[in-house]
């Protein structure tokens, strides 16, 4: 009824622990040690020390065989792995494409982007070189403009606002005292009038001649300096044409260079190219030579013998096995089998007795618990019992005090005469 479901006792946790967790020699039903070393007479004999006796059956196996089998199943998957990644990274077997045609894409679009870039470059400073001169030729105007309006103030003090024309001039000169002007005369005494009106005339003619010869001299310097002025801005247009042409033929000399040393460099790399090339095609024409020639493409079986043993062949000139070697290997691959099916028989009956060995020890498991279960049923109903008397003795022995020892049980009225307040 019970040997066809699993149960959760303690025997069935012993199967499917591992022997390295059950302490050596520990009493009680549950502690049989399940050693790998240890044969299944053996297990018998420890079986029935402790009263379980085998019988055919099965459930499954102890989780130290599963353990082994899963490990062993692993290192077979990493070997596997192993062996393919050594096959895939074959120097031999590895080819590496180059795409041509993309890389000479690559190196036409950086060479354009190399060239927007210097155009790009050279524009900006062409631009910044004429925005310098142009910023220099303000400057230079700038500065003769302040010097002009310098030059004209001091002409302007100068001529227009000389000692002499000021009004308080009288008050300071002392040349009144022998001055003409201020002879104390009177009407018709004036003797020297003829004279003086005509020096005044004569003054005032020298003074505008001078005037005139200074206004002059100003429009001369005024024209020689515009005409420096603008000798000076055509020499710097001039020198900055000249500079702008030098560095448009530097920068073409420069180029010119690049492009020949580029030239240069690629028909040194294509004849580096050329020369590797015929020496590939020799190498593989020796190679294929060799081949042919040699004794790899042969039938010849003893090439593959090696010098380690007579049992032992080299992998790369295997040309196969003999008869004989066939018949030898036929044979021992039935044995093989032969001794691996012996070996699971074996292992299946061994198999199936530890099963049996674990279904009798779960029964008596499962029969001791139910004995457990019961006695401690019986116990708990003895101390309900003893309970319940222990109880009833209990009450009658308080009736017997509350009523045939105390007989003068005080009332509410003896309580009232103490007072129902602390103070």
């Known amino acids: 009824m019970m040997s066809g479901r699993k149960c959760s006792s303690p025997i069935t946790t012993l199967a499917a622990t591992d022997h390295k967790n059950v302490p050596p020699g520990g009493g009680g039903l549950f502690s049989v040690p399940v050693e790998g070393g240890d044969s299944f007479s053996a297990l018998q004999a420890k079986a029935t020390a402790f009263g379980v006796s085998p019988s055919e059956g099965g459930l499954t196996l102890p989780s130290w065989v599963l353990e082994e089998k899963e490990a062993a199943r692993i290192a077979h998957r990493r070997r596997l792995l192993q062996e393919r990644a050594a096959r895939i990274h074959q120097p031999r077997a590895t080819s590496i494409a180059v795409d041509v045609a993309g890389l000479k894409q690559q190196v036409e679009e950086r060479r354009r982007q190399q060239e927007d870039d210097a155009r790009t470059h050279e524009h900006f400073a062409r631009l910044a070189a004429t925005q310098d001169r142009a910023a220099l030729l303000l400057q230079h105007k700038e500065v003769k403009d302040r010097e002009a309006k310098g030059e004209e103030l001091v002409r302007f003090w100068r001529e227009e606002q000389r000692p002499e024309r000021r009004r308080e001039y009288d008050l300071n000169s002392h040349q009144h005292i022998t001055s003409a002007l201020y002879h104390l005369t009177f009407d018709g005494e004036d003797e020297g009038m ?8 004569e003054q005032t003619r020298t003074w505008l001649q001078q005037q005139q010869q200074e ?11 515009d005409r420096l002025e603008e000798l000076e801005s055509l020499g710097a247009c001039e020198r900055a044409r000249q500079l702008a042409e ?3 033929l530097c920068r073409r000399a420069e180029q010119l260079a690049i492009r020949k040393y580029n030239q240069a460099l690629s028909r040194a790399k294509e004849s580096i190219e050329a020369a590797q090339r015929e020496a590939d095609l020799k190498t593989e024409q020796q190679e294929l030579r060799k081949a042919v020639m040699g004794s790899f493409l042969t039938e010849d079986p003893t090439v593959a013998r090696s010098a380690l043993g007579p049992h032992r062949v080299i992998t790369d000139r295997w040309k196969g096995m003999s008869p004989e070697q066939k018949k030898e ?3 021992v691959r039935a044995q093989q089998v032969a001794e ?3 070996r699971e028989e074996q292992e299946a009956r061994e198999a199936s007795r530890w099963e049996d060995l674990v279904a009798r020890a779960d029964r008596t498991a499962l029969l001791a618990t139910h004995t457990e279960h019961i006695t401690r049923r019986n116990l708990e109903e003895q101390v309900k019992v003893e309970n319940q008397r222990l109880a009833m003795d209990q009450r009658t022995q308080q009736e017997r005090l509350n009523h045939l020892l105390t007989t003068n049980v005080p009332t509410d009225h003896f309580y009232d005469k103490f007072g129902k307040h602390p103070r």
């Open 215 to 225: 206004q002059r001299r100003r429009h001369l310097q005024e024209r020689e300096r």
């Open 194 to 201: 003829r004279e003086r009106l005509k020096a005044q005339k």
């Open 329 to 331: 290997i036929e044979a």
């Open 340 to 342: 691996r099916k012996h």
């Open 246 to 248: 030098a560095e448009e």
